[in-house]
């Protein structure tokens, strides 16, 4: 899908208050064409540690907003984690404000709790990216999203399903090269072993990038 039509998947499901995620793809390149639609959007990378972004989303939209005597970030860490989420809410009130983060599979149980919290205000919608899978305790909140470029995530499973089995025949075949190799000593065998493992794992973390 290019980029476009993903730019255009996103921009709908903001109209219509629906969360976002994108197949392996970095969201900041959308930041500025939806920010031309949206005003008030706010780019976060990654959405912990939830104190601090939330602290920078509420300073960077009241910046957006022209407020006057906007708190410090020192000011508003005095607040816990759910008096800043009703501060926010007091800020946008009901513009809509777009939260732009990366690695939705980063997202442990308590952050992927926390926005889910926030994401039932119907005045926030998130555009996320995932590049992987994503964590059980993040279910609930990743039920809240539309994947846009859902084919490319299939493709991608099709290419996985060939790759992998290939990976594990080339981690034998160099396990069985290396053994042979080997001296001939009660280590040859585990020597050869870890290597090959060793290997394999090297190739899988190159394929998933």
């Known amino acids: 899908m290019e ?12 109209r219509e208050g629906t969360n976002t995620l994108i197949w392996k ?17 706010v780019y976060i990378n990654e959405m912990a540690p ?7 989303i509420i300073i960077k939209v009241s910046q957006l907003k022209n407020r ?3 708190k410090t970030k020192s000011e508003l860490n005095k607040n816990t984690v759910v008096q800043l989420k009703e501060i926010l809410k007091k800020t946008i009130q009901k513009d809509k404000l777009v939260i732009i983060f990366n690695r939705f599979e980063n997202i442990t149980k308590s952050v992927a709790q926390f926005w889910l919290s926030v994401s039932g205000n119907k005045f926030i919608v998130f555009v996320g990216s995932i590049w992987g899978i994503y964590k059980k305790e ?8 539309i994947l846009v470029n859902k084919e490319e995530k299939e ?12 990976i594990f025949v080339i981690g034998a075949f160099i396990f069985v ?4 190799l080997g001296l001939t000593t009660s280590r040859t065998f585990m020597s050869a072993l870890i290597m090959a493992i060793l290997i394999v794992r090297s190739l899988m973390f190159f394929i998933d990038k």
Do not use: C, Q, W
Not at 25 to 41: A, G, H, M, V
């Open 155 to 166: 493709n991608y499973g099709t290419e996985m399903n060939v790759t992998i089995p290939f």
């Open 138 to 145: 993040a279910h609930g909140f990743h039920k809240t999203f």
């Open 3 to 14: 980029n476009m039509e993903i730019l255009n998947g996103i921009l709908n499901n903001i």
């Open 68 to 70: 006057k005597n906007i």
């Open 177 to 180: 090269i290396l053994f042979k």
């Open 50 to 56: 939830i104190k601090t972004k939330i602290i920078d």
């Open 25 to 41: 793809k970095n969201t900041l390149p959308f930041f500025d064409r939806i920010n031309e639609k949206y005003r008030y959007s």
